[in-house]
C-alpha cells in the first residue's frame, strides 16, 4: 500500500506544481476556451491542463520503476510503458484539438491509435471475458473489443467535463472505488509473494494527477483540463479496468464464493456509469432530433442540475456523491456479505437522492409557507 499512496502523492505533487505553468504556456499560445453559448462559465479559460496531468503520470510511473515493491510490475513485459505510451498519443491529440478544435473522426482515429499501440505494443488489453461460468478468449476478437472499450471510456469523461472540477473529481473517486477493487483482489487472492499489478499502479497515479489537478480547476476554475486531460484520464480509466480481466482466474474466485465470475465486466461499467448515461442520452437525444451525435448542447445531466436549483459547486458535488454510491456500491459488493452489500446501497441511493432533490423540497416548502 506504501508504494501505491507513493505513487500518488508524486503523480499529484507534480500535477499540482506543473499545472501553473501549462497555464501560463496555454495563455501564450491561445489554447483558451472561449465563453459559448452551451457553457457555464463567464469568462476565457485557458486550458491545456491535461499536459500537467500527463507529466504527473509519467514521472510517477519513473518513481514506480525504481520502488522495488513494483518491480515484477514492470519486468513482466513492460506493460506500464505501453500505458505511458498510449498516454503520451492520447494526450498529444488532446493538444492538439485545444489548439485547433480537431474534428470528431480525426479525434476518433486518434483515440483507436492509441488504444492500439497499448494493445499491440504494449500488451495491455482485455485477456479473458467471464461468462457463464466460462472463460471466452480470442485474441483477434479482444483485441478489437480493447480498443472499443478504451475509445468508449474516453468519450465518455470528455462527455462529462462540462462544470468546474466535474471530470477530475468523478474520475478520482471512480478510481479510487477500483483501486480498492484491485488491492484486495491482489493482496488477498493474488500471488502471496507479490500482490503488486498493472491496475492498481495504473489507477493509483490516475487519482493522484486528478487530486493534483483539482484545486486549480474547482469553481471557480483558473485552467480547464481541455481534451488533453479529459481524454488521458479516460484512456488510464479503461486502461485499469482492462488489465484486471487476465490477472485472476475468474472461476476460481466465483467458486470460492468471493467474486462474482461477472463482476470484471461489470465493474467498469459502474466506475464510468456516470459519464456513460450522461452520453448514452447525449447520442440517443441528438440523433432523434436529426443532429449528429458529436452536437454540443445544454442538456447534459450538470446542466439539469443546474436548471434545478443547484449552485455550480453543488452540482459538481451532487455528481461526486452519485458517482461514489454507484463505484464503491459495485465495488464494496465483491466482498460483503450480499444483504450487507445491499442494505448499504439503498442506504447510499437515498441519501444520494435527497442531496439531488433538495432544491426541490426547498421550492416545496417555501410553496407551502406561502399559501
Not at 476556451?33 to 491535461?50: A, E, L, N
Not at 483515440?111 to 466460462?134: D, H, R, S, Y
Not at 476554475?221 to 487476465?246: K, Y
Request: aromatic residues 8%; hydrophobic residues 55%; proline residues 5%.
Amino acid at each position: 500500500m506504501r508504494a501505491y499512496l507513493f505513487v500518488l502523492l508524486v503523480a499529484a505533487s507534480v500535477t499540482y506544481l506543473t499545472t501553473p505553468l501549462v497555464r501560463r504556456v496555454a495563455r501564450r499560445i491561445g489554447a483558451i476556451t472561449p465563453v459559448r453559448d452551451r457553457d457555464v462559465h463567464s469568462v476565457p479559460v485557458p486550458r491545456m491542463g491535461g499536459l500537467a496531468m500527463f507529466l504527473g503520470f509519467a514521472i510517477a510511473l519513473l518513481f514506480a520503476s525504481r520502488t522495488p515493491f513494483l518491480e515484477r510490475t514492470f519486468a513482466d513485459g513492460g506493460a506500464p510503458w505501453g500505458v505511458l505510451l498510449g498516454a503520451a498519443v492520447v494526450c498529444a491529440l488532446g493538444v492538439a484539438d485545444d489548439l485547433w478544435s480537431l474534428d470528431a473522426v480525426t479525434k476518433l482515429a486518434g483515440q483507436a491509435l492509441a488504444a492500439g499501440l497499448m494493445a499491440w505494443q504494449g500488451g495491455v488489453q482485455l485477456l479473458a471475458l467471464p461468462v457463464a461460468g466460462q472463460t471466452i478468449v480470442s485474441r483477434n476478437g479482444l483485441i478489437v473489443l480493447t480498443v472499443v472499450a478504451v475509445v468508449v471510456a474516453i468519450n465518455a469523461v470528455n462527455f462529462v467535463d462540462g462544470l468546474d472540477g466535474l471530470a477530475a473529481g468523478i474520475v478520482a473517486i471512480a478510481g479510487a472505488a477500483f483501486f480498492v477493487y484491485s488491492y484486495l483482489l491482489s493482496r488477498y487472492w493474488g500471488d502471496p509473494t507479490d500482490y503488486s499489478s498493472l491496475a492498481s499502479l495504473v489507477t493509483a497515479a490516475m487519482v493522484g494527477c486528478c487530486l493534483g489537478f483539482l484545486p486549480h480547476n474547482f469553481n471557480p476554475a483558473r485552467v480547464f483540463m481541455g481534451d488533453s486531460g479529459s481524454m488521458l484520464i479516460g484512456l488510464l480509466l479503461a486502461t485499469s479496468t482492462i488489465a484486471i480481466t487476465g490477472q485472476f482466474d475468474p472461476v476460481e474466485l466465483s467458486n470460492a464464493q468471493i467474486v462474482p465470475a461477472f463482476l470484471p465486466l461489470v465493474l467498469p461499467l459502474a466506475v464510468l456509469a456516470l459519464p456513460l448515461v450522461d452520453m448514452g442520452w447525449a447520442i440517443v437525444r441528438r440523433v432523434g432530433t436529426g443532429r449528429s451525435p458529436f452536437a454540443p448542447d445544454k442538456l447534459h445531466l450538470h446542466h439539469r442540475l443546474l436548471r434545478l436549483g443547484h449552485s455550480h459547486a453543488n452540482a459538481v458535488l451532487v455528481m461526486y456523491v452519485w458517482t461514489a454510491t454507484v463505484a464503491f456500491g459495485v465495488a464494496s459488493s465483491a466482498f460483503l456479505e450480499p444483504l450487507t452489500a445491499i442494505a448499504l446501497g439503498a442506504f447510499a441511493v437515498t441519501v444520494a437522492t435527497g442531496i439531488t432533490l433538495g432544491p426541490l423540497r426547498g421550492r416545496w416548502f417555501r410553496r407551502g409557507h406561502v399559501s
